[in-house]
């Protein structure tokens, strides 16, 4: 059984800073590309960025990018979404989640294990 376990979220003023994190159980954590996604209320879920198995590689959403950073521990079985620069816009709940196949995707259906989730508001 794999668990994913996000925490970090919070409350935190415009243009201030967080890290999320998320470890993971169950399974070798290398094993696995991560994925962040959040919605917000009355939206879809949406991709925030992703790290490939060794993180050796990142991609993020055009909304994040220059802001948030992806990173992964593997001996911690953690990895990290830093998120700076925040904007009330970034308010959602955030969702990391693991990917079984090689390489990673920006699609949630890409990803066979979610987290619960953890609240970030931002307030301006």
């Known amino acids: 059984q794999v668990q994913l376990v996000e925490s970090g979220g919070g409350l935190v003023q415009a243009g201030g800073s967080l890290r999320l994190s998320c470890a993971i159980s169950g399974r070798t954590f290398s094993s696995y590309a991560m994925g962040w996604f959040r919605q917000a209320p009355g939206k879809e879920r949406e991709f925030v960025g992703t790290i490939t198995r060794s993180g050796g590689s990142t991609s993020y959403a055009d909304s994040v990018k220059g802001r948030f950073t992806i990173s992964r521990d593997n001996a911690k079985n953690t990895v990290y979404l830093q998120m700076n620069s925040l904007k009330p816009e970034d308010t959602a709940v955030y969702y990391c989640?693991?990917?079984?196949?090689?390489?990673?995707?920006?699609?949630?259906?890409?990803?066979?294990?979610w987290g619960q989730g953890t609240q970030v508001t931002v307030s301006s």
């Open positions: 989640a693991a990917r079984r196949q090689f390489g990673y995707s920006d699609s949630a259906r890409g990803y066979d294990y």
